[in-house]
């Protein structure tokens, strides 16, 4: 089946640091992958995609290569800030499952002053 | 573009009653939306798929009678939980798809419905 997991969390780092959220997936097939972001108390927005390999998404500052040989779709991001603060939902789609999503288990990053 | 909006945002229910959640797509047509619930601190579980002008496509475990989903329009999406009870509290999210094929099957994500069941 298909599944994603994603680093556990909480994360917490200081304004400016690097992050790095890991996200590797098994898919029976050629997924589009995708990140979110969920603020306390509102939806999932979309970050970033790739559609095939090799593939770099980037939005806000936030970077994520899609790593066949790999099967990853690591989130970087080179100096956070607390407006960061939030849980990141990595995630899959396959066309052939009805374009059902499979998400991961969500990482809640904290970014302190 | 490509906004997605619920309604109510919040709802106190009492127990035994049921409630309607609306789920549109402001700017765009989208044949098929999804229905999914999620937990304190816990990642989403898709409850369902709703496909416009056709019977909702339920995941394993999730009762089909109890999460009533009717996909009338290629904007509207309702879920209504029947007969609620405290163990239905939850915060019910939707998402759409672009009625046009977009490479990569993005989704589109409202904004949520906190249920709370007394």
């Known amino acids: 089946g298909n599944s994603v997991t994603q680093m556990e969390g909480p994360v917490t780092l200081s304004e400016e640091a690097f992050l790095t959220i890991n996200c590797t997936y098994t898919a029976t097939g050629y997924p589009s992958l995708f990140w979110y972001v969920q603020y306390p108390g509102e939806g999932l927005q979309l970050l970033l995609k790739?559609?095939?390999?090799?593939d770099k998404g980037s939005n806000k500052g936030f970077e994520a290569t899609y790593r066949k040989e790999t099967t990853s779709f690591h989130l970087e991001k080179g100096s956070v800030q607390v407006s960061d603060s939030a849980v990141y939902f990595c995630a899959l789609t396959l066309n052939t499952n009805a374009g059902k999503s499979t998400f991961g288990d969500g990482t809640t990053l904290t970014v302190k002053p | 573009g490509a906004v997605v909006s619920q309604h109510p945002s919040w709802v106190i229910c009492k127990s035994g009653t049921s409630v309607k959640i609306e789920c549109r797509s402001l700017?765009?047509?989208?044949?098929?939306m999804f229905w999914y619930r999620q937990f304190p601190k816990q990642s989403l579980m898709l409850m369902a798929t709703?496909?416009?002008?056709?019977?909702?496509?339920?995941e394993q475990g999730v009762e089909k009678d109890k999460f009533l989903i009717n996909h009338a329009s290629l904007t509207l999406s309702t879920l209504t939980v029947t007969s609620a009870h405290p163990e239905d509290s939850s915060f019910y999210i939707c998402?759409?798809?672009?009625?046009?094929?977009?490479?990569?099957?993005?989704?589109?994500f409202g904004p949520g419905t906190r249920l709370t069941v007394t």
């Open positions: 998402s759409a798809r672009d009625r046009v094929e977009i490479p990569g099957y993005e989704q589109y």
């Open positions: 700017d765009f047509q989208a044949t098929t």
């Open positions: 790739a559609t095939k390999a090799d």
């Open positions: 709703s496909n416009e002008g056709s019977k909702a496509t339920y």
